[in-house]
């Protein structure tokens, strides 16, 4: 039971490059969120999606895509980065319908030169 | 202003002493709230959660609410070095979709 996991761990892009953050769950949980953490400032939510086959924008969606693959598996695109866009990304989940805990993975630093 | 306030310390003890850790909020809809901890370069943990105004203990955890003066604390007793990170505070409303508010986390040192 792995929980949460993100790839990649780590990455560096340059202005303008594309990337896909991969965010996969095993808890059978319906709701899964992106948030980026920035110094200072705590988790803010990008995307999140309520159950499969739905998603949502957060509080910071600009520059961002998500997909819902399956009921397992949740994506997030950076079309074309940029310096703002480094962060350390946190994908999480949770089962509203049972309770309101989210569980994160462990992230994936990425740094936009 | 944000919706969740909590200073981002950091608040240095010496082992053996209380930690005291609190957040302030300002929506009234919130109505479940969490503590999380988060060790250096690794995602955040759940540590305490309740749904009411009142007392939770676990351990040397204790979580306290009180939704009148829209305020939530944690207090971790006989603090350890392990017990160095920081710590967010997180807390949503029912028909969110599970959406949680976090506060930017206070960073703790236990010091030997």
């Known amino acids: 039971n792995a929980g949460v996991t993100q790839t990649p761990k780590f990455q560096v892009l340059k202005t303008g490059q594309s990337m896909t953050l991969q965010c996969a769950q095993d808890m059978n949980h319906n709701s899964m969120y992106w948030y980026r953490q920035d110094p200072g400032m705590g988790l803010r939510l990008i995307y999140y999606?309520?159950?499969?086959?739905?998603?949502d924008k957060g509080e910071v969606p600009n520059g961002y895509n998500v997909s819902r693959l399956n009921k397992r598996e949740f994506s997030l695109r950076l079309e074309s980065a940029a310096p703002s866009q480094t962060s350390v990304y946190f994908c999480?989940?949770?089962?509203?319908?049972?309770?309101?805990?989210?569980?994160f993975g462990p992230g994936t630093r990425l740094t936009v030169t | 202003q944000k919706e969740v306030e909590q200073d981002p310390g950091p608040l240095s003890v010496p082992e053996g002493a209380i930690v005291s850790l609190n957040c302030t909020y300002s929506n009234s809809a919130f109505q479940y709230f969490m503590w999380y901890r988060q060790y250096s370069r690794k995602g955040p943990e759940l540590l305490m959660y309740?749904?009411?105004?009142g007392n939770k203990e676990d351990g040397r955890f204790t979580a306290q609410v009180d939704k009148s003066s829209k305020y939530i604390s944690l207090f971790i007793r006989d603090s350890q070095p392990s017990d160095s990170a920081t710590y967010l505070c997180a807390m949503g409303g029912y028909g969110s979709w599970g959406k949680l508010q976090f506060g930017a986390g206070t960073q703790v040192v236990v010091t030997p």
């Open positions: 999480a989940s949770s089962d509203p319908g049972q309770s309101y805990e989210q569980y």
């Open positions: 999606s309520a159950s499969e086959g739905t998603t």
């Open positions: 309740t749904y009411s105004s």
